[in-house]
């Protein structure tokens, strides 16, 4: 059975019922019975959902060749950090949880050794400390930041 | 990069080692919030359990028989370890040993090793060594009753309750009047949540037997492997062991018998392994190590339990257990003594499995007084002493 989704910019992806329903949230529209039309899906644009619906397809396919799919999945996510925030919301909005835990996992290696500054350059955080606060905070566990 | 919506930044946080979150505490008020959270903190310390990854070998280095110092080696995966770092003990007192009694999550028991194990009112502490704060035991003194003039410790052991979401250090204190079978026993429980001691009516049940293994905590229960006395000589237990349990939530003790049906010789060591009980006996110096998985558990099964035989054990197995250790961790993987940094000297392994930045911060919300913490200048001023006497 084919189930067609509409990304945000209006192209229509054509696909298969196995393979879409590794979202839990596409899942529950079939479910519900809602799923005879078109499938819209304002908040994932044609470029992210091409690749999200590669990921489930393959998972599908190699579900019995456990080391053919961790191949996969790390070649899969070599991306850039604008495409990899993009598979984040839409695993997310989709909720396809290994997708969601992957993208993940690469974001927190990415984040892990660097100084709270460019965190916030990085994420588009601002800064609501204040400096004597932030000198406070920092003093707690000097050590984090020294070794 | 838009704002990524903060389950999202959870999900990312909770992928993250203790040393990373500590550093992005200041990065906003928000993620200072969320990090401190209990639920976050739960939520970490799952995640790290579940994946596996970023765990931390606590190293204690053994010369001539005697603890020294503490390592601690963090390796990300399987088989890739960083530099080993020299840890500072909090109850590093000029000359006292401290000794790793155990370790819970990321929790580490310490306390002062002493071979006059006359003294039953040594310093205990609980330790977090990856956030590097640490809280001291209050004294507990113990009721000797009339009659005896004579008291050891029979044992302490560090376990994690689950029901009652504590950590607890049992102590078992033996009077004895040297000569005499008779002996009478006090027990006792520290409560890591209520920062206190209790003492529980519970008696240790086999009176006529002694320790003959370290403590194991699985699931919430105490282990020991524990044999009979020697006529003439309590401290040297003689005879088939059987396992001793403890539930720490209950408070309640269980005997049970071992797979390993044979006299003690050198002893059994227990182990966790793979979520399971996991016996090693060496019968003999240079003869094949035996490891025991038990795997039938529970009331049902008080009274047998099935022991699987591990087969075709790797060769650095044998060479771990000759140079006086055994490293296993959970899962599948076992370490190459060969590959650690400090191969020469004998080392005694503790097994740190989880990262765990949760458990501290969970008890200053629960409004227990403010752990003592390794203030940066005393720190770096007893470590510099720590260090000198490394020579």
């Known amino acids: 059975m084919a189930l067609e989704l509409k990304s945000s910019d209006n192209k229509i992806f054509e696909v298969e019922e196995l393979v879409a329903v590794q979202s839990e949230t596409i899942k529950s529209l079939v479910e519900d019975g809602c799923a005879d039309n078109v499938i819209p899906l304002p908040n994932v644009d044609s470029k992210t959902l091409e690749l999200v619906l590669d990921w489930c397809k393959n998972h599908v396919d190699m579900k019995l060749d456990e080391e053919k799919l961790k191949e996969y999945e790390d070649k899969f996510i070599e991306v850039d950090q604008a495409v990899l925030y993009d598979l984040l919301l839409a695993a997310n909005y989709l909720n396809i949880k290994d997708l969601l835990n992957r993208a993940c996992q690469k974001v927190a290696d990415m984040l892990k050794g660097k100084t709270p500054e460019q965190i916030r350059e990085t994420l588009n955080i601002v800064n609501d400390f204040s400096p004597e606060e932030e000198e406070e905070i920092r003093k707690e566990n000097l050590w984090a930041f020294e070794e | ?391």
Not at chain 2, 15 to 24: I, Q, Y
Not at chain 2, 339 to 351: F, L, P, S
């Open chain 2, 1 to 391: 990069m838009s704002h990524l919506p903060v389950e999202i930044i959870t999900e990312i946080l909770s992928r993250l080692p203790v040393k990373s979150l500590l550093r992005f505490l200041c990065v906003s008020k928000s993620w200072y919030a969320l990090i401190k959270h209990p639920d976050f903190i739960k939520l970490h310390l799952h995640r790290s359990i579940e994946t596996n990854r970023d765990r931390t070998l606590i190293l204690e280095k053994v010369t001539d028989g005697l603890p020294h110092y503490c390592y601690s080696v963090h390796f990300p995966i399987e088989n890739h370890f960083d530099k080993a770092f020299k840890l500072y003990q909090p109850l590093y007192r000029r000359g006292k040993l401290v000794s790793i009694l155990d370790c819970c999550h990321s929790l580490v028991c310490i306390h002062h090793f002493t071979l006059e194990i006359h003294h039953c009112t040594n310093e205990i502490a609980i330790w977090n060594p990856l956030i590097r704060k640490y809280r001291i035991l209050p004294p507990e003194p113990m009721s000797k009753p009339s009659g005896f003039n004579f008291s050891k410790y029979n044992e302490i052991a560090f376990g994690y309750d689950l029901c009652n979401d504590d950590y607890k250090v049992l102590r078992v204190i033996a009077f004895y009047n040297r000569g005499q079978p008779l002996k009478e026993f006090e027990v006792k429980v520290y409560s890591l949540r209520w920062h206190s001691w209790r003492k529980i009516e519970e008696q240790w049940p086999k009176k006529e037997c002694t320790v003959s293994s370290n403590s194991v905590s699985l699931n919430g229960v105490l282990h020991w492997s524990i044999a009979e006395d020697t006529p003439y000589d309590m401290d040297i237990p003689l005879g088939v062991e059987c396992l001793l349990a403890f539930d720490l939530a209950i408070e309640k003790f269980l005997v049970f018998k071992t797979p390993v049906q044979r006299e003690v010789e050198l002893g059994t060591c227990l182990e966790v392994l793979k979520g399971q009980l996991c016996f090693i006996v060496t019968p003999d110096l240079g003869a094949e190590i035996d490891v025991w998985l038990m795997k039938e558990y529970g009331e049902a099964k008080k009274n047998r339990c099935e022991g699987v035989e591990i087969q075709n054990l790797p060769h650095w197995f044998r060479t771990a257990t000759c140079v006086g250790s055994l490293l296993l961790l959970d899962g599948d993987n076992v370490i190459d003594p060969g590959r650690a940094e400090e191969q020469e000297e004998e080392m005694h392994y503790v097994i740190f499995r989880r990262i765990l930045f949760y458990a501290f911060c969970v008890h200053e919300v629960l409004v227990v007084p403010e752990w003592d913490d390794l203030g940066a200048s005393v720190h770096s001023m007893l470590v510099e002493e720590f260090l000198k006497n490394d020579s």
